[in-house]
């Protein structure tokens, strides 16, 4: 079955720590999103991808950074210049430019600063 | 900042009755509507379009409303079940700048009481 994996589900980091965040599509979609969501707020975009080797910022870009090496794969690092980066982060695709049916999400991993 | 919110932040319906979540928009030059369901530690799956050609479009229980006099979205679910409950958002194809991508509102949270 096609779909979008992200893994960990759970992730720790200690204060200083650098982490990455898998995401993994076999729909052959080109474009992929990163997000994060707080607790009674909506989907806030960190950073997106319409086509491999290429990347844009989102709106809460900073203390986050990404790569898409190859167009199945687009992970997430939360560097340690992230200064509150305990959240639940999801991963979507989509095709570009042709939202129908929207984006396609993963089950999201859930961050944790120790 | 996001052009897309929520009237209420909870919703609490009992078992078998209907349910309407409500949602503003601001950006008139959108033309591609979606609501998604989101259960608690998973990601959001897709519910329902509407494109901005239609008032209104149905589904299996639910109905989606678009008003764009007033730039107001609505979601409509038919005898309300438990397995309902959930967080509810939309979100807008907010096509600024030529790049299409989806703007989220924040979401109401739908608890359906046996």
């Known amino acids: 079955d096609g779909g979008i994996t992200q893994s960990p589900k759970y992730l720790f980091r200690k204060e200083g720590q650098n982490v990455t965040l898998s995401c993994e599509q076999n729909?052959?979609?080109?474009?992929m999103y990163w997000y994060r969501q707080d607790p009674g707020q909506g989907l806030r975009l960190i950073y997106y991808s319409q086509i491999v080797n290429d990347f844009q910022k989102g709106d809460i870009a900073e203390g986050y950074s990404v790569s898409r090496e190859k167009k199945e794969s687009f992970p997430l690092t939360v560097t340690s210049a992230q200064k509150n980066p305990t959240a639940f982060y999801l991963c979507?695709?989509?095709?570009?430019?042709?939202?129908?049916?929207?984006?396609?999400f993963g089950s999201g991993t859930r961050l944790t600063v120790v | 900042g996001e052009s897309v919110g929520l009237h209420l932040p909870t919703l609490s319906v009992q078992e078998g009755d209907n349910s309407i979540i409500n949602c503003a928009y601001s950006n008139s030059a959108s033309d591609y509507f979606i609501w998604y369901k989101q259960e608690s530690g998973k990601g959001p799956q897709f519910i329902i379009d509407?494109?901005?050609?239609?008032d209104k479009r149905q589904g299996q229980r639910v109905t989606v409303l678009l008003n764009k006099t007033v730039k107001h979205l609505s979601l409509q679910i038919a005898a309300t079940q438990p397995g309902d409950s959930a967080v509810y958002f939309c979100a807008e194809n907010n096509n600024q700048g030529g790049s299409e991508k989806l703007v989220f509102g924040k979401g109401t949270k739908l608890t359906v009481n046996p």
């Open positions: 979507a695709s989509s095709i570009w430019q042709e939202l129908n049916y929207g984006y396609t």
């Open positions: 729909l052959n979609h080109d474009a």
């Open positions: 509407i494109r901005s050609n239609m």
